[in-house]
Each structure stands twice: as C-alpha cells, then as structure tokens.
C-alpha cells in the first residue's frame, strides 16, 4: 500500500512539473517574437551602412599628373544595411578653397558600387587632398574619411610655327605648320586655321590630333580664299598648356596679282535696236587671258551720258585661259535715240571696261517725222479723190453706148460684154493665187493687181526656158539665186525674179 501511494506522487508531480513547464515564460528582458517585429516594424530595417569593400581604399587613376590635368579618385563603396542609400565622393585640396564632388550613387541593401570624382590638379609639386563618403540622406556622418597625395609635375609646353607658305595660282594658298609638345604625355589637340580678311575671321580648316612629345609638321592647302592674313590657333583638348606656350601664329598673305590687262569683258545685247521702256538682256562674256586666278567679283551695266548703274550681278572666279557666260537684265530701256553703256567686271581689286552704243528702235507713238503729218493727210486724201474721179471719168467712157450708122451697125454693150467674156480664159497667179481673166489667145507677160508680180502665159511654143524644181513651196531664182515662192499646187508653171527679171519654168521635184 505504502508503496503504490508512493508511485502516485511521484506521478502526480511529474505530471505538474510538466504542465509548469509548458506555460509561457515571460523576461522583462527578452523580447518575445511579437516584440521583435514591432522593433523591425518601427524602422531597424530603415538603416544603411555604408563601408569600404574589403578595406580597398581610395584609388586615384591618370596619374602621372601635370599642372592643370583632372585625375579621377573612386572608391568601392558596400551598403550592408537593410535599406537603400544614397552616397557621393567628395575631395578638397588641403591648400585650396576649391571642392570637388562627384555624382550620387545609389547602393541597395549588401550591394557593392563604385564612387567616383574627378578632380584637377592646380600646383606643381605635391598635392594634398582630403577625402571623404558623403551619405545624402545624413550628410553630417562622416565615418568614411581620410586623405591623400598626388605629385604633380609643371604643365607641358605647345610651340606653334609656320614654316613656309606659298600661294600660287595653280595650287592656291598652302602651308607647312610646326607643333612641338614638351616632354611628358601625348596630348589631344585640335588646329584650326582662319582667314583674316578686312578684319573678320573666317573658319577654313580645322583637324583634330594626337600629339606626342616632340615636333610633328602638318600641311594645309587652303585653295583661293580672301585673305589678308592667315592665324593658326592650337587648342587643348581636356589639358591645360604651359603659360610660355606659343599656341597662336599670325601671318600676312598676298593673293596673286591679276593684270588688268589679261582679264577682258564683252556684251551682246538683245535686242540689237530696244525700244524705249522695254526689258533688254546682256549677254556676258568673261575672258582670264593670265596665269592667276581671277577672283568672285561683279558686273556692272553703267549709262555711259550719266554713270548710272542700270543693273549690277555678282560673278564666281575665273580661272587662268577660262571663259565665264553670264547674263545681265535690263529692265528699263533708256528713251534715247543713242545709248551708250559702259560693261564693268571687277575681280581680284581690278577693272575692266567694254564700251558699247546702240540705236533705239523708234515706235509708233512719238515718231519724228521731217514734214507737217497733217499737210501730208490732206495730200493723201486729195490724191484719192483725185483717184476716184479719174477712175469714174475713165468708166464712163470706156462703157458709153456706141454710135450707129446706116452703113455699119456696131454690137450693142451688152453684146459686146458676153462676146468679151467668152473670148476670156481663167488663169491663176503664181504668186498669190489670185484668179485673173486675160484674152484666150494671149501669149506673154501678165501682171497681177494683188500682188503686182508679173508672170507668163501661152508661150509653151517658144523656146525652153530655165528649169527649177524643189519639193517645197520656195525655190532660187537660177540667175541670182533669189528666194522666190511658187505654190506646189501651181506647178508647172512660168515664174519671174523681182530681181533680175529672169523667166524661169517651176516645177515640183519628184520625191
């Protein structure tokens, strides 16, 4: 009995030893899980930390360095915080007011990124700089920081020369230019080349080098430009040259001579007679006879009476044995019997001159006539009465009724008007087709009122007369080979020259 009562204690403190240590224990110095996130939750896990991945340092690239030259220091920057953050890499020289900073750079949570800036080197000698990592979201924790030193040698030395220069009329304007570099690195540089003319510069070649210690010689063949003088002009590129460095050269340049007498002007003008008030155009022509380039210039058109301009155009170069065409408008003629004009070409600081006089066609209004043009109307108009009263006696006449007599009855008029018209045969001109009636039997020369040629009919009994044929309706007179016109449909038929009074047969030429 004793026994089993001493099995059942034991059992029953067990069993509350085991629900003692099954109940929840609470610290009030350890936080449970629910604590915990509300820390996180409250920001713990907002934290950055940033630090020098692997202790790396600050690392400074483009050394050696001279006065002047930007070197670059970066750093590898780790973030093993829990949240995203924001740094930048900023250097001041220790002996200087100048601070340089680079861009941001944005590391997330246990990444790793470069911060990099660039800064310049001012003094010869040895630099020293400070350094530090700048979080942007707390600018004052400066936990990364330190300091360094960079030797740095004086600037390098740029000597520019033109050698030699020669401008001649076949090859242009070139030259041969000198660039010395100074002991040290190989530097970036670009060349430009500028004319000087009447005081404004001009670009005409510019080119970009690599330049290494020591002297190198470029040519530059600039062709014809206007030019008073030529600068040459060294720039660095990203570097800064020696204070005793000759990076400018100035030169004065003379263009060629062009003889006024080599170059000449002529002008042909159409109209050949203008009429007052009308558009005339000149045609140009520019000859170079010498062995220089004849420069851009410009055409003037000048009255001779008054010097004044009537028109101006600019013309391009012309060079040695060329010719240039160019026209030239005139829009208002001068109301002048005679103009005289002057043709100007000005190139290359030169003039050459053509003179020049035409007629002016007079047109209807304002004629000139030598006599009263009102005397000379009655004149007209009373030789045409006179005229018409010939023509009317000359009528009457010819048609008044014929006298009879016992012992001879002539025909009455209109007898003698049908046996008139009967004894007639049609015959057409050759000159103007005009249809005409001549006697039936008549043989020789007719001449027709519409156009007052003569020509002839019926003598194909007499002798041969000269045979012309052409496949057109013009021919030539065979005597003195005068254009004459004989209408294809006409042929055959007996022609006469105006000219000469030569009779002639046309006939069509058979194709």
């Known amino acids: 009995m004793r026994v089993l009562l001493g099995h059942t204690i034991c059992i029953y403190l067990a069993i509350m ?61 780790t973030n093993s915080g829990n949240s995203t953050g924001s740094v930048s890499l900023i250097i001041s020289p220790i002996s200087g007011d ?41 600018p004052t924790n400066s936990q990364m920081q330190g300091n360094f030193s960079v030797e740095v ?14 401008w001649t009329n076949s090859d242009g304007l070139n030259f041969d230019a000198s660039i010395s570099l100074s002991n040290g690195r190989a530097r970036g540089i670009i060349l430009e080349v500028f004319s000087v003319f009447q005081g404004s510069n001009l670009l005409l070649q510019s080119i970009q080098i690599d330049s290494d210690p020591g002297r190198r010689t470029i040519t530059f063949d600039l062709g014809h430009p206007s030019a008073d003088e030529i600068f040459l002009e060294a720039i660095p590129i990203g570097w800064q040259p020696s204070s005793y460095s000759i990076n400018s050269y100035l030169m004065n340049v003379s263009e060629p001579a062009v003889n006024e007498n080599s170059i000449s002007v002529e002008a042909s003008f159409s109209p050949e007679r203008p009429i007052p008030g009308s558009r005339v155009m000149v045609s140009v022509s520019l000859e170079n006879m010498g062995n220089y380039q004849a420069q851009s210039g410009f055409i003037r058109v000048i009255s001779s009476s008054d010097q004044k301009i009537l028109a101006q155009t600019d013309v391009q170069s012309v060079s040695p044995g060329s010719n240039l065409a160019t026209d030239v408008s005139l829009p208002n003629w001068p109301a002048s019997d005679s103009v005289g004009l002057e043709i100007q070409w000005y190139t290359s600081g030169v003039k050459s001159t053509n003179y020049y006089s035409l007629e002016t066609e007079n047109s209807q209004e304002g004629l000139n006539l030598p006599f009263d043009i009102l005397a000379a109307a009655y004149g007209l108009l009373a030789g045409v009465l006179i005229i018409l ?40 001109c050759s000159y103007c087709d005009q249809r005409l009636m001549v ?42 080979d005068q254009a004459l016109r004989v209408k294809m449909e006409n042929r055959p038929a007996m022609s006469r020259c105006p000219l000469c009074k030569t009779e002639f047969m046309a006939e069509a030429e058979e194709a």
């Open 439 to 480: 006697p039936h039997n008549h043989v020789g020369g007719v001449r027709c009122p519409s156009c007052s040629m003569e020509f002839v009919v019926g003598e194909q009994d007499k002798p041969s007369h000269p045979v012309v044929r052409s496949s057109e309706d013009t021919l030539n007179c065979p005597e003195c």
């Open 389 to 428: 009263v010939g023509t009317f006696v000359w009528r009457a006449v010819s048609t008044r009724t014929p006298s009879t007599s016992d012992l001879n009855l002539r025909e009455t008029k209109e007898s003698t008007k049908t046996q008139s018209k009967q004894e007639k045969t049609e015959i057409q």
């Open 98 to 138: 100048e601070t340089f900073e680079g861009m941001q750079t944005s590391i997330s949570p246990g990444s790793t990124r470069e911060v990099s800036t660039p800064f310049k080197l001012a003094l010869s000698g040895t630099n020293n700089f400070l350094w530090r990592i700048s979080e942007i979201e707390d």
């Open 17 to 77: 030893l085991l629900s003692f240590a099954c109940l929840p224990q609470h610290s009030p110095h350890l936080p449970d899980s629910t604590q915990i996130e509300k820390m996180y939750s409250d920001g713990s896990n907002n934290s950055t930390n940033f630090t020098s991945s692997g202790g790396s340092g600050l690392a400074v690239s483009g050394e050696p360095g001279y006065v002047g030259d930007t070197l670059i220091a970066s750093m590898m920057v």
């Open 153 to 166: 040698m004086p600037s390098q030395t740029i000597d520019l020369s033109i050698d030699s220069l020669e």
